[in-house]
């Protein structure tokens, strides 16, 4: 028990002293780009920044599926050549209503429609009822089951959108996380000024590209005709222009967007560049539709419709506008990033002040140092020689888990302060109930050497229980915890993973050394 081989003990003081290097980049800037340098960041509560809390738009989430659905009914009655009365979504009932002209063909609708039921869900549950009603009608309803697994999908690609869109602005260390069904939680380390990051997650950035409507008029008032839609120019409020509803190109095939420079007019421009599908479908209506004009539109409005002068061809495209460097930039990274699902609106936001942040620094480290200093003069006190190898366990334990914090690059939070600070208590403990036993043992009248190898050993099960338990309690707290006590949770992990390998690792074999050289007739504890 008491024996350490060479192997064992450079592997001891090994672990010690890659411990203590990875904690060098927090002390000092990198010196070199080229050399990995991780160091723990600072939570919001500690450096300051930006807090939203963003709610997705579930509202339209349904809208746009029926609105899917709507397309899919049509679709599918039209090679029967089944005609209906009226088609109408209902977001209500959660349904689309569909009441046909000739009722005797309710038979083959129902066949027809038949199809568009799916299934959803780990039961693979259908996604909707078909049902035929007892007023002639036939009515497709989305199911429950159907409509939060479209709800969790969307507040999913929300967050990885949201996320990509922040990476983009070169934001270090952004903390987004869910909340809640249909909420999402950003936190923005540094950003004292969030307006510009609002303004990008605020765009559900869905880009189209269609064709206008040359007959219509939209200067003329009233409603547009069917299959045409009235919408506004991004730079110019007050005019409008007729844009055909049906969608010619997806922005969803857009592989990449720059912002760029018209080598010719100077103007800042977003160059694109469409995938293998948008590529040849963009070529095959720039190629029939010569002379027309095309217009480009993002989140219902219309950024610019050029003439088409000659087929495009190569898969890219330019957008043109009147852009600036910082709006070219912004809707390169909005394209680039994908439209989100559905708005986001910003329910609450808050900034915290680099001050109060200095504070909580300045008050966690004074609540450390005086802990740990406490605790240094307890076990000094009571356990004698032994209290002082328990110490520098100790001291060693606190490196090893700023080590491990800085490899994961993990950001310290207030709640992670006194986490660390509630780990030195924890890792004394062992040592405490490792004394007190060979303080018994030798009461009992041991030798020396079995009083120490009988007080790690018996100590070794309640250390471990101990432990285990505290561990389990944080992991828990961990998966169902959210922010600052996930925080929390993940600190005091790390240091009851440091804490068992201190003290059973290295204070045996601070004592094994010791006890080699001096080879004592009485123990100092």
Known sequence: MMYFSRLKTIAVLGACFVGLLLCIPNLMPAPASWIPWRTVHLGLDLRGGSYLLLEVDMKTVLKDRLEGLLDGVRQALRPGQIFYQTLEAQPAQNRVLLRLRDQTKSDAAMAALKPLVGTEGPNNSPDMTLTRNDDGTISLTLSPVALQARATGAVQQSIEIVRRRIDETGVVEPQITQQGDNRIVVQLPGINDPNRIKQLLGKTAHMTFRLVDENANPTAG??????????????????????RKRVDVDGADLTDARAGTNPQSGEWVVNFVFNTVGGKRFADITRANVNHRFAIVLDDKV????????????????????????????????????????PLTVVEERSVGPELGADSIRAGAISLAVGFLLVMAYMGVFYGLFGWFANLALLVNLVLMLAIM???????????????????????????LINERIREEQKLGRPPLQALEAGFSRAYSTIFDSNATAFLAHVMLFAFGSGPVKGFAVTISLGIATSMFTAWMLTRLLVSKWYVANRPKVLPV
């Open 222 to 243: 009233g409603q547009p005709p069917p299959g045409v839609d009235f919408l506004q120019m991004q730079d110019r409020p007050g005019e409008r222009i007729a844009v």
């Open 406 to 432: 800085s490899l994961l690059e993990a950001t310290l939070t207030l709640p992670g302060m006194a986490g660390m600070l509630l780990t030195l208590g924890m890792a004394v403990d062992a040592n405490i």
């Open 303 to 342: 950024i610019s419709a050029p003439v088409i002068r000659e087929p495009i061809t190569g898969g890219r495209g330019q957008i043109s506008g009147s852009f600036n460097a910082a709006s070219a930039n912004d809707l390169s990274v909005l394209l680039r990033a994908g439209a989100l699902p559905a």
